[in-house]
């Protein structure tokens, strides 16, 4: 597998990535996935793909959040047939040296649990919120898990962000420490 930086020279890479996200995110990227690429293509933010076999297999992008000093894990995506092999690790760890060496202090991102994933959609997530964060668990793979392998943790939640017990769990973790 090897690593590339997205740009709008790529067509069938774009057409590919467009079609990953909207494998992975029907719910919100179906009409809208080709924009969502280009706009990962920015000129100030970050768009890895991950190639195997001349196609691509996954895509991670940042968003510089702070000036350069806090970004924004988003979107990131790995076609459903090479789930579960590594690649998201290793697209996540290669963009984490990328920003490291553009100066990222802290890179975060927020995952939505928006059809019941975790303990975090139970009752009013207003109420005794850190002692929830706290006693988390995963009640159908979602990706928290995955990102708190690769060191990420919980730095909050927005309860009710996609209607009530659909919260947002915000993850981070620092490049620099
Ligand atoms: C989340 C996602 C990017 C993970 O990519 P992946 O290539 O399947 O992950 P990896 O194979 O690198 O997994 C790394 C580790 O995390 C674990 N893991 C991966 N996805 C997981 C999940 N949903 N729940 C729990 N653990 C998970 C793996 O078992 C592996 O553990 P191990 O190191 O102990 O073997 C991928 O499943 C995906 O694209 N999902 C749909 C889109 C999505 O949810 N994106 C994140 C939105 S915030």
Redesign the pocket.
Same mark, same amino acid.
């Given at each position: 597998m090897e690593f590339i930086l997205l740009d709008e020279t790529q067509h069938t890479y774009l057409q590919q990535a467009a079609r990953i996200l909207r494998q992975?995110?029907p719910h919100c990227f179906d009409d809208c996935a080709e924009e969502i690429v280009q706009e990962m293509l920015m000129e100030d933010r970050v768009a890895l793909g991950a190639v195997r076999d001349g196609r691509l297999v @996954?895509l991670a992008g940042a968003i510089p959040r702070y000036d350069l000093t806090a970004w924004e894990l988003h979107? $990131?995506?790995?076609e459903e047939s090479?789930?579960?092999? @590594?690649?998201?690790?290793?697209l996540v760890g290669e963009l984490e040296k990328l920003l490291r060496e553009r100066g990222c202090l802290t890179l975060y $991102? @927020?995952?939505d649990d928006e059809d019941n994933s975790t303990t975090l959609s139970e009752g009013d997530l207003f109420e005794d919120t850190w002692e929830k964060i706290r006693n988390i668990r995963?009640l159908k793979?979602?990706?928290f898990?995955?990102y708190q392998? $690769?060191g990420y943790q919980i730095i909050g939640v927005i309860p009710d962000a996609n209607g009530l017990g659909k919260p947002d769990i915000w993850m981070g973790k620092s490049l620099a420490r």
């Open positions: 992975a995110f @996954g979107p $990131l995506a790995v090479s789930r579960s092999q @590594g690649v998201g690790r290793a $991102l @927020g995952s995963n793979r979602h990706p898990s995955f392998k $690769l």
